[in-house]
């Protein structure tokens, strides 16, 4: 297997302007993760979804971001517009499902985005 | 945070000695994981314990876990050049569906 594919991987940008994360899961894999990653603010769980469903979205910052899973091979995390304090890595992850409770999660390479 | 910490944030040892991290949590866990990140690389899952395991083994990684004290700690033995990375916990809570990671320990293995 591929991994988790994400795409770009890295995105400049300047303020205003509209950016799509991409990622796909690992195939087979119901849980689907996005993370930002700063300095300031360490590793931020954003949203997860679980077959392809949105359960918990409170980590989302603002209205400005919104994340989509279509099908189960492809989800994105989009911000509109975008801010300087966006600037971040930005990462998918996706895990099996075993048991009740989430197991190991699997991670993307990451999105590097600069807002200008 | 209110999920805990992990300690020391930095530790710069020489190649071949431990390295030990811990992580310190708050409320009542279902499992608790080790990840490593390399520097402008994605997280890598290292191991997990469960909440009725005290300890476990993969390879130079050890990991242990007091429920009692709601901390757990990571040791690398005889470290390597290479083991140079930054280790996180993420913790799997017991209630709801909540899984925090910590702020992580950045690690120097001198050569």
């Known amino acids: 297997d591929a991994g988790v594919i994400q795409s770009p991987r890295h995105e400049v940008t300047e303020m205003g302007q509209e950016v799509t994360l991409r990622c796909k899961p690992i195939?087979?894999?119901?849980?689907l993760f996005w993370y930002r990653q700063t300095m300031m603010r360490g590793l931020e769980l954003l949203i997860y979804?679980?077959?392809?469903?949105?359960?918990?979205d409170s980590g989302m910052p603002e209205d400005r971001f919104s994340a989509k899973m279509p099908n189960a091979s492809f989800s994105t995390l989009k911000i509109q517009p975008s801010e300087p304090r966006d600037s971040a890595v930005y990462f998918c992850?996706?895990?099996?499902?075993?048991?009740?409770?989430?197991?190991?999660?699997?991670f993307g390479p990451g999105t590097r985005l600069l807002v200008l | 945070s209110q999920q805990g910490e992990e300690d020391p944030q930095a530790l710069s040892i020489q190649e071949g000695e431990n390295a030990t991290m811990n992580c310190s949590y708050k409320?009542?866990?279902?499992?608790l994981q080790w990840y490593r990140q390399n520097s402008g690389r994605g997280l890598v899952h290292l191991i997990l314990?469960?909440?009725?395991?005290r300890e476990k083994h993969s390879g130079r990684l050890r990991v242990t876990l007091d429920t009692s004290k709601k901390s757990s700690s990571l040791l690398i033995t005889a470290s390597r050049a290479a083991d140079t990375a930054s280790y996180f916990c993420?913790?799997?809570?017991?209630?709801?569906?909540?899984?925090?990671f910590g702020t992580g320990t950045s690690l120097t293995v001198i050569p």
């Open positions: 314990i469960r909440s009725n395991e």
């Open positions: 992850a996706s895990s099996p499902r075993l048991g009740r409770k989430w197991e190991t999660q699997y």
């Open positions: 979804f679980n077959n392809n469903v949105p359960i918990d």
């Open positions: 409320t009542s866990i279902n499992n």
């Open positions: 195939s087979g894999h119901d849980y």
């Open positions: 993420a913790k799997s809570l017991s209630t709801g569906n909540q899984f925090y």
